[in-house]
């Protein structure tokens, strides 16, 4: 038999949104949907979202940065990607726009190409034409740039040009 879950009050609400947002970094959307599910009065969650904002709990502009650093660093996505996601979680055009503004264009490349290569290790084909084809989808399902995909593609091709059967 299912449990129905009771309403909680306002503030026990703003303590579990409270006790979320010191956890980790949340926006207004993710505090919006957990307090919709822990049946808070949908009288009292604009409240809650406003004080919230105003004791610093939650920021967008502090958590679109953290995010888009994240996910670049540990899920080595790419800018369109990570700015799809913000846009997901109803984050500002200007917050998602600083936030890819704060990933180094140095360390994209780099990040780029390692991920490049590492998949062109995995690779069994022998085919130049069917690796980039292959190497393209995989950068840009990640992502990245076209442009930049096909710039990195080109110069992992060419560094591995000895592997290809002619």
Same mark, same amino acid.
């Given at each position: ?8 009050? &306002? ?17 207004? *959307?993710?505090?919006?949907? &957990?307090?919709? *599910? ?39 996505? =790419? ?5 799809? *996601?913000? /846009? ?13 503004? =704060? ?6 490349? $780099? ?12 690779? &069994? ?7 980039? $084809?292959?190497?393209?989808?995989? *950068?840009?399902?990640? =992502? ?16 591995? /040009? ?5």
């Amino acid at each position: 038999m299912a449990k129905t879950q009771k309403q909680i009050s &306002k503030k026990e609400a703003i303590i579990k949104a409270q006790n979320l947002c010191a956890y980790q970094e949340k926006c207004e *959307a993710d505090i919006r949907q &957990k307090l919709y *599910a822990w049946k808070t009065n949908p009288k009292d969650i604009d409240n809650i979202i406003e004080q919230l904002i105003n004791d610093q709990f939650i920021d967008d502009q502090r958590f679109a940065i953290s995010f888009a650093k994240e996910k670049f660093r540990f899920n080595r996505w =790419g800018k369109i990607k990570i700015e799809y *996601a913000l /846009k997901q979680k109803r984050i500002g055009i200007e917050f998602i726009s600083k936030a890819i503004q =704060g990933i180094s264009e140095n360390d994209y490349d $780099s990040v780029l190409l390692n991920e490049l290569n590492k998949k062109y290790l995995l690779l &069994k084909e022998s085919d130049e034409y069917t690796i980039k $084809s292959k190497l393209i989808r995989y *950068a840009l399902s990640k =992502g990245y740039e076209n442009g930049k995909v096909f710039d990195m593609v080109s110069k992992v091709i060419e560094n591995n /040009k000895k592997d290809f059967i002619k």
